[in-house]
């Protein structure tokens, strides 16, 4: 296992991967804010506020749905870290990619650096093939969790040929992360097929769990006193055990798996993961 998790107790995981670049970036280009979007428990967004109050930045979050009070540990940590949060109704959340809606929001905020929902661009790519990078004992196949596809492509980017990579779709109806994981490559124009994502494994779809997972985590934690977070990890680790256990990999085949972070998004589901049982 990589313990991307360990990185930094905050803004730590493919997180940290993803904004180190932009923050780069950000200050390049003289610029002081950084806006970008997330859901009301992202991990993107609790990141980006701990990192922006870390190195100087004033943060804004624009947070899908409606406002509720009190606020959720996700946003009440951001909003202690200084971070501006603002709401979006579902229907206007759906424009944040549109030119003209980007427009709109500096004539709001004034000027900033944006930060895509998930942190997801070529620059974040590029924090993400270091994950590879870092690596210094040879392996066969590498395995992450897939939220938006752009930490697997940027671990594929940096895969030699004979090396797989399998991505753990957190997502109902994963098939979708074919296309964009493809697109996040296709300026790197190298051609890539050495990975692929696995679909069987979302729970229910994102941020959906069971009593199954929540046992999983509980025996996770016990047998190698590692926490799993719920949305992701577990997800992925769940999939690796079980392929492994129907015999899927070639024997004697070297694994890594990516722990991503996250964990502070187990807040939400606190009190379900410490009274179940593993059995």
Known sequence: MKREDLTHPEFGGNKWRKLNYNLQQARHNHQHTLLTFGGAWSNHIYATAAAGKYFGFKTIGLIRGENTTPLNPTLGFARDCGMQVDYLDRKTYRNKHKPEFIQSLKHRYGDFYL???GGSNQLALTGCREIVTDIKQPFDVICCACG???????I????QPRQQAIGFSALKGGQFLNREISQFLAPLK???SNWHIETAYHFGGYARTSDRLFQ????????YHIPLDCVYTAKMFYGLFDLIKTGYFPDGSRIVAIHTGGLQGNAGFAEKISTCKYV
């Open 156 to 159: 594929i980017s940096a895969l």
């Open 216 to 223: 999983f985590i509980r025996f996770f934690e016990q047998q």
């Open 115 to 117: 930060l895509p929902e």
């Open 148 to 154: 938006t596809g752009a930490t697997l492509a940027g």
């Open 190 to 192: 190298n051609r890539h």
